[in-house]
C-alpha cells in the first residue's frame, strides 16, 4: 500500500496503516487512517435514497465512531468488516448529510476487500492488516486519466502494479483508481507522497483502491465499476471521510 495527517483529528481512532511498498495490494516485504446545506450529486434528490429510505442515523455506528465524524463533513464512506476480526471481506455505503444526525445513503453496500490478517486498533507497519477509525479523504490519482472526479487527481506511471496477491491474483490494475485515506500523510499532496509525519514505523500509504480479487496488505478496495462511481460522487466541498472497522468495532 502507498498512502494526510487531517486523521490525526481524531486521536481516539488514529492507527498507523500499510507499508513502505508501491501499493497497498502489493505482495508483502518481509518485514515490517452543524448542519449543512445539502450538497446532492447529479442524478440524485431529494430526502429519499435507494429504494425510497428515508434519511436517518447511518446504522451501524455506535455513539463512540458517529462522534469522530466531523460536523462540516457531508458525505461518509462507511466500510465495514466481518465480525471476525481476522478476516478480509467487507462491504461500503456512501452515505450523504442531509441534516445534523441525518444521513441518507446514496449507494452501496457494495462488496468490498480489507487487509489480509483483518483490522487492527494499533496498526504497525507491515502487520497486514487494516487501521479502524475515522479518517479523512481527499487527494485521488491513478494509472488511467481521472474518471471524472473533484478531488484533486495525480495520473502517473508510477501507479503501474505488476506481480502477484496472496492468492495468487494478478495485480496488474490494482491502482488503476486511488483515493488517498489521510492517515500518517500529508493532505493535499498525490496518494504517492512518501512523507510520514508519524514516522515510518506506523506505515503509510493506506489507499482504497481497485480490487484485485484477494485481500490487501492494509488497503480498502472496491470493484472496479464501483471505484469509478465512487470517484465521480466525492465531492472535496462535502469535505468527504472514511470510517472503517469491523462491524463491532464501529457500534461502540
Not at 18 to 24: K, N
Request: hydrophobic share 35%; with cysteine.
Amino acid at each position: 500500500m502507498r498512502p494526510t495527517v487531517r486523521s490525526q483529528l481524531f486521536p481516539a481512532l488514529a492507527v498507523a496503516c500499510c507499508l513502505l511498498t508501491v501499493g497497498c495490494a502489493s505482495t508483502p516485504p518481509a518485514t515490517d487512517k452543524h448542519r449543512a446545506t445539502m450538497h446532492f450529486p447529479a442524478g440524485v434528490t431529494g430526502r429519499a435514497g435507494p429504494g425510497g429510505q428515508a434519511a436517518g442515523a447511518i446504522p451501524g455506528l455506535g455513539p463512540q465512531t458517529r462522534a469522530q465524524i466531523p460536523d462540516d463533513s457531508r458525505q461518509v464512506l462507511v466500510v465495514s468488516g466481518n465480525p471476525e476480526t481476522t478476516t478480509s471481506h467487507a462491504s461500503a455505503t456512501l452515505y450523504t448529510r442531509t441534516g445534523k444526525a441525518d444521513w441518507l445513503r446514496l449507494v452501496g453496500p457494495w462488496p468490498a476487500r480489507n487487509a489480509v490478517d483483518g483490522w487492527t486498533l494499533d496498526h504497525e507497519a507491515g502487520d497486514l492488516r487494516s487501521p479502524i477509525g475515522v479518517f479523512t479523504l481527499g487527494d485521488a490519482g491513478g494509472l488511467l486519466p481521472n474518471p471524472g472526479t473533484k478531488l484533486p487527481y495525480d495520473q502517473d506511471e508510477e501507479f503501474r502494479e505488476a506481480g502477484t496477491g496472496f492468492y495468487g491474483e494478478s495485480l496488474e490494475g490494482t491502482f488503476d483508481y486511488v483515493l488517498a485515506i489521510d492517515y500518517n500523510r500529508r493532505p493535499g499532496f498525490s496518494p504517492l507522497d512518501k512523507v510520514r509525519p508519524l514516522g515510518e514505523e506506523k506505515g503509510g500509504g493506506l489507499w482504497v483502491h481497485v480490487d484485485h480479487e484477494g485481500p490487501t496488505n492494509g488497503c480498502v478496495a472496491l470493484p472496479r465499476s464501483q471505484m469509478r462511481q465512487l470517484l465521480r460522487l466525492l465531492d472535496p466541498q462535502d469535505r468527504p471521510v472514511i470510517v472503517m472497522g469491523p462491524a463491532p468495532e464501529l457500534l461502540r
